[in-house]
């Protein structure tokens, strides 16, 4: 294989890794990027032609190889988004690149963490820098159901107090929005922001040793925050991703309409409903039993 096409892949990598990207980003990137290094080894083609009909044979191979469909859209979409950015290092393929089709994703149903283990870990957190951070990332991610992404970009001219109202947080990552925390997190954010220094412009910053330095917190650090949370409390699915299923049953239950969720994610389709409609609609149903079984207990007295 071409050196050249190696030093591609190891500057993606790097470069994603600068940007704060997760390890098991990092390490899915690696493993499609080879898979497709060793197609196009195989198949003898030049990766600086790469374009529809290359992609598409590559297609026909991880479908002959019986990778699931989910694993087949994957590798896909990373040879794509590899192909565009490396498009100003290389001349690629990119306009077949982008016509070709992967798999429809399958969407498995949302793993949900008991209200209760957050608030836990939340209360939990000490009155030191790193706890007042956790606890108002925690308070944030859980109010807003927004991406990892869009919470650290957060700065502190995008909090609009509202006194006893709480705040108003305008997402400026992805499609801008103004989103409302609660009274309880505008105060651990409020608490956070007055324990930083000066030469903090954001929120969200990381913390060592000897206490809050310059870095902005990365989404892999917000992992691994989750990933010792889910350790200590047993529960699988305590991932980053968990706060934003339970953001959008939590409007459900307000009574709120999916356009008006998909406004405060910040959505222009309403694609993600295909995983949470059957969750809501179980939900729905597990009240109904729970109310007929009462009301049969009540009339058997």
């Given amino acids: 294989m071409s050196i050249a096409f190696e030093r591609l892949i190891q500057g993606f990598l790097d470069s994603g890794s600068r940007s704060g990207m997760t390890e098991n980003t990092i390490r899915n990137y690696r493993s499609d990027l080879r898979s497709l290094m060793q197609f196009i080894e195989e198949a003898q083609f030049d990766f600086q032609s790469l374009g529809l009909q290359e992609l598409t044979a590559y297609l026909t191979h991880l479908q002959a190889l019986g990778l699931k469909p989910n694993s087949q859209r994957r590798k896909i979409m990373t040879a794509k988004t590899f192909l565009k950015a490396v498009s100003h290092q290389i001349d690629v393929s ?162 709120k309409s999916e356009p008006e969720i998909m406004g405060l994610l910040g959505l222009r389709t309403p694609y993600i409903f295909k995983i949470y409609r059957p969750l809501h609609q179980e939900e729905i149903a597990a009240h109904a039993q729970r109310d007929a079984e009462a009301a049969t207990g009540a009339s058997a007295l």
């Avoid at 793993?111 to 957190?125: F, G, K, T």
């Avoid at 000490?126 to 951070?133: D, V």
């Avoid at 108003?168 to 409302?180: E, F, K, M, N, P």
């Avoid at 969200?204 to 870095?215: L, V």
């Fill in 94 to 255: 990119l306009v077949g690149a982008e016509k070709i089709v992967p798999p429809e994703k399958i969407e498995k149903p949302p793993q949900l963490v008991p209200l209760d283990i957050i608030e836990h870990i939340r209360s939990a957190q000490s009155e030191t820098p790193l706890g007042l951070r956790n606890r108002a990332l925690l308070g944030v991610m859980l109010d807003t159901g927004a991406l990892v992404t869009e919470v650290l970009a957060l700065k502190q001219e995008d909090i609009h107090w509202e006194g006893d109202q709480g705040a108003r947080l305008t997402i400026t990552v992805g499609r801008s929005r103004a989103v409302r925390v609660s009274h309880r997190t505008a105060r651990d954010v409020s608490r956070l922001i007055e324990s930083l220094t000066e030469r903090h412009h954001g929120v969200f910053y990381g913390y060592h040793k000897g206490g809050p330095h310059a870095e902005r917190l990365t989404a892999r650090g917000v992992e691994v925050l989750f990933k010792n949370w889910s350790k200590l409390h047993d529960q699988s699915a305590l991932k980053p991703r968990v706060m934003r299923h339970l953001f959008v049953m939590a409007c459900y239950r307000e009574g």
